[in-house]
């Protein structure tokens, strides 16, 4: 009997992982010198994804993910939600990004996302075009990931280097190592492993996605809201800045 694949939707916003340099030794320069492809064509690199699961592609943005901002978490969360009310033999969605906000991007939808099914984050420190790239391996997780059941009820998850990590948690670390994205001290949620397995080792127990109060899918914008961090010898200068510039709101990032 032949068991039918799961459906994944794979969505791309641009990013390391669909970046193109000008030969296998850039690293760096990539973003500013070369080009990029499409979320079809980091599919195409990788026909082993095809045996895990159909996959629906789309480029929703293709931007650095510096440039990444409010407006494209709105229209994320919102493409989503979307997806799963209207398609619902979807079992999980996958997203590629840049790795500078990836972060901020898996937070936000951890809170926003309003369903259980599993949504992954992932990226790449080096390009598909650069010596030893982890983009292919880090896209074959994340499918993976998106399509385990076992994902199902554990929010917004984020998947590069084998490691599966919680998006309240995760934290970008180094700006060259392809094991940046590091826990807080609570750990790793579980791993994709080599084998083929995707392995859970506990859960996040803080409210997320559909037990959340926050609702996005009709908002344009979000409030503007500035931090201010605090330092040796620090006046109130910024903070008259930020409140005499329009700032609905401040956070204060304290001594500790």
């Known amino acids: 009997m032949v068991t039918a694949k799961p459906t994944v939707r794979v969505i791309g916003t641009g990013g390391s992982i669909a970046g193109v340099g000008p030969d296998r030794m850039d690293f760096i320069l990539y973003p500013e010198i070369g080009d990029h492809i499409t979320i079809q064509q980091s599919l195409d690199r990788v ?4 045996e895990i699961a159909d996959v629906r592609s ?4 293709s931007v650095g993910s510096t440039a990444i901002g409010a407006a494209e978490w709105l229209g994320l969360a919102r493409r989503i939600n979307q997806i ?3 398609e619902p033999d979807v079992a999980g969605v996958a ?16 809170l926003t996302i309003k369903s259980s099914k599993p949504v992954v984050i992932t990226g790449a420190m080096r390009p598909p075009t650069a010596l030893s790239t982890d983009a292919d391996l880090n896209l074959l997780d994340a499918v993976r990931t998106a399509a385990c059941p076992d994902s199902a009820g554990l929010g917004v998850l984020t998947v590069l280097n084998n490691e599966i990590q919680c ?29 083929g397995k995707v392995i859970f080792y506990r859960a996040p127990l ?5 037990n959340t109060p926050f609702m996005v899918d009709s908002m344009t914008d979000l409030p503007r809201v500035d931090i201010v961090y605090s330092y040796a010898g620090a006046d109130g200068l ?11 709101g401040l956070v204060l990032a304290g001594f500790g």
Do not use: C, M
Request: no cysteine.
């Open 206 to 210: 803080r409210r997320h996605t559909s």
């Open 238 to 248: 910024l903070v008259d800045a930020v409140r005499s510039n329009g700032s609905d």
């Open 84 to 86: 799963f009310r209207e």
């Open 47 to 50: 026909p082993e994804i095809q």
């Open 167 to 195: 998006g309240r948690d995760v934290t970008k670390a180094s700006t060259f190592r392809v094991e940046t994205f590091r826990p807080n001290e609570l750990g790793f949620l579980g791993y994709a492993d080599s084998d």
């Open 58 to 61: 789309e480029d929703l943005v």
């Open 95 to 110: 997203i590629t990004h840049g790795t500078a906000t990836l972060e901020e991007t898996s937070y936000f939808l951890h």
